[in-house]
C-alpha cells in the first residue's frame, strides 16, 4: 500500500538501515518503511537485488554488505550518516537457515548461522550505538524467529541462532533504556519468503505468513511514540505455526 511521503508521514524525517533488504521479510520492510516517509540504507550481499528493491523507495541508499564482516558493518553505518546524517532505525533480517539433524550434521553447517544470524546481528547492533545514543533516540528491531521458543526438529543451529538474538536484544534494551534507544525482536512464525526455496519438505506456504504482514509489524514497532516499547511480538499464521 503507498502512503503520501509527506511531513504527516509516520516515519518522516526517520533514517532506516535495514539488513536482508534484497529479498524477503527484510525486503518488505524496507518498501513499507520507505512508503512510510523513511530514508531506507539497504544493506545485504547482492547488489543487484538491492539495486531493484531501491528502485521501489523514494528515499533509498544501496550499501552491498556482509554482516558477517565486522569491517564492513562500521562501513554501513558509516555511509548512512554520510549521506543521510543519522540512523534513526536499525532492522536486522539478514539471515540464513539450514536445516538437518544434530546427529547428520557436522559443526561447520552451523558455522554460517551462527556468523549471520546471531554475531552479524550483534555486530549491527553495536556499531548503530553510537549515533543513536548521541541523538537519544532510536529503535533496534531484531527478527529472531518462533524456532527461539519452541523447539523444532532439524532446526537446533538455527534456534540457538534465534534464541541467542531474543537473549542478546533483552540485555540491550536493559543497557540502552536510559539512554533513549529501544530494543524489541519480532519473532514471526512461518513467512513466504525465498528462504524456504532451498529446503526440502517445508510446511505448505500457501498457509505462511507473507512478508508484508511482518513489515506491518515492524511499523508498528518503529511507529510508538518514544515513551512506549513493543520489545516482543510474536507474529504467527492464524492457522498455527506450522
Ligand atoms: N521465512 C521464514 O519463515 C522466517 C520465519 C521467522 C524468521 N525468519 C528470519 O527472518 C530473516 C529474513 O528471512 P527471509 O525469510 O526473508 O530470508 P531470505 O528471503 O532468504 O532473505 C534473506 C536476506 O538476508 C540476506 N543475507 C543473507 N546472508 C547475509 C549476509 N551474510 N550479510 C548480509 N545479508 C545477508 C540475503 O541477501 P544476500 O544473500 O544477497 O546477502 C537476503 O536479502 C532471517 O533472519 C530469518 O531467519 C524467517
Not at 558493518?73 to 549521506?83: D, I, K, N, S, Y
Not at 553510537?130 to 543451529?157: F, H
Not at 536493559?174 to 532451498?198: F, K, M, Q, S, Y
Amino acid at each position: 500500500m503507498e502512503r503520501g511521503h509527506g511531513a504527516s508521514a509516520p516515519l518522516a524525517g526517520q533514517v532506516a538501515i535495514v539488513t536482508g533488504a534484497g529479498r524477503g521479510i527484510g525486503r518488505a520492510i524496507a518498501e513499507r518503511f520507505g512508503a512510510e516517509g523513511a530514508a531506507v540504507v539497504l544493506a545485504s550481499r547482492t547488489a543487484a537485488d538491492l539495486d531493484r528493491v531501491a528502485k521501489g523507495i523514494e528515499r533509498a541508499v544501496v550499501v552491498p554488505t556482509d554482516v558477517a564482516d565486522d569491517a564492513a558493518v562500521e562501513r554501513l553505518v558509516a555511509r548512512a550518516l554520510e549521506r543521510l546524517g543519522r540512523v534513526d532505525i536499525l532492522v536486522t533480517a539478514a539471515g540464513v537457515a539450514a536445516f538437518g539433524p544434530v546427529a547428520q550434521q557436522t559443526p561447520r553447517d552451523w558455522d554460517s548461522m551462527l556468523a549471520v544470524n546471531l554475531r552479524g546481528a550483534m555486530v549491527c547492533c553495536r556499531a548503530v550505538l553510537p549515533p543513536m545514543l548521541a541523538q537519544r533516540r532510536g529503535t533496534i528491531i531484531n527478527v529472531a524467529s518462533i524456532a527461539a521458543s519452541r523447539p523444532i526438529a532439524g532446526a537446533a543451529a538455527y534456534t540457538v541462532t534465534k534464541a541467542g538474538i531474543v537473549g542478546f536484544s533483552r540485555v540491550l534494551a536493559e543497557e540502552l533504556r536510559a539512554g533513549g534507544v529501544r530494543v524489541g525482536v519480532l519473532v514471526p512464525g512461518a513467512v513466504d519468503t525465498p528462504l524456504w526455496d532451498t529446503i526440502p519438505g517445508g510446511p505448505d506456504r500457501a498457509r505462511m505468513l507473507r512478508p508484508e504482514d511482518v513489515a506491518r509489524a515492524a511499523v508498528l514497532m518503529a511507529t510508538l511514540p518514544p515513551g512506549a516499547t513493543l520489545e516482543e511480538l510474536t507474529l504467527l499464521p492464524a492457522g498455527g505455526i506450522l
